[in-house]
């Protein structure tokens, strides 16, 4: 069963072009295609699509707001936010507004294939841009006081050691300890944050605050 794809752009020949990558294919099927905000919150209502490729900046409404609008309408649509803001801000408040994905315009073709696949099977995407950039500021502040989920220093300062990439034998050797315990209290971390994934990890410490304003 192919993923019925919406693409909801201004500029028509970006969707001629990103209809033309994405059914190459099987997978995919563009359903819809959508040129202002108003217009893609019609469509997702009328074709009811998996997945929808959003840009931010479009007329009469803006990706934000209609991504706020369809998300609301319907939790099983997945939405992907496409565009070439690259601030907090603006990742942020796509996020809040309902969408599972961000990625840069600038980015590889084979990026937003992947963001498709991911959030459809449940996760989160964020360009890696955009992900560094979160860590990066998230890091600059690690002297915020404990995070949401009442962690205790031993969770915060694992948790810092995740967000830099650090891999489980990095981070054991970092610490002295096992490569078993390390897996095991991070099992425990993102069970008791109700995490999955990395990428999961930074959506919440963005949402939450974790990063500076």
Not at 192 to 213: D, P
């Amino acid at each position: 069963m192919s993923i019925r794809v919406l693409l909801a752009d201004d500029h028509k020949i970006l969707r001629d072009g990103l209809k033309a990558l994405l059914e190459r294919t099987a997978e995919i099927t563009v359903v819809a295609e959508a040129g202002d905000g108003e217009e893609a919150v019609a469509k997702a209502a009328e074709t009811a699509p998996d997945v929808i490729v959003m840009d931010l900046n479009m007329p009469r409404m803006n990706g934000i707001e209609a991504t706020r609008l369809i998300t609301t309408a319907d939790r099983k649509v997945k939405v992907v936010a496409l565009s070439m803001l690259l601030d907090r801000e603006s990742v942020v408040e796509t996020l809040k507004a309902g969408a599972s994905g961000y990625i840069l315009k600038e980015s590889a073709a084979d990026e937003l294939l992947d963001a498709i696949r991911e959030v459809m099977n449940g996760e989160n995407y964020l360009s890696s841009r955009i992900t560094t950039m979160v860590l990066k500021e998230y890091l600059r502040n690690s002297s915020t006081p404990a995070a949401p989920g009442n962690l205790s220093p031993r969770e915060q300062e694992l948790l810092q050691l995740i967000t830099t990439g650090k891999n489980s034998k990095e981070i054991a050797f970092g610490l002295g300890v096992s490569i078993k315990t390390i897996e095991a209290r991070r099992r425990e971390l993102m069970k008791k944050l109700n995490l999955c994934s990395i990428a999961e990890l930074t959506k919440f410490a963005i949402r939450e605050g974790l990063t500076s304003a």
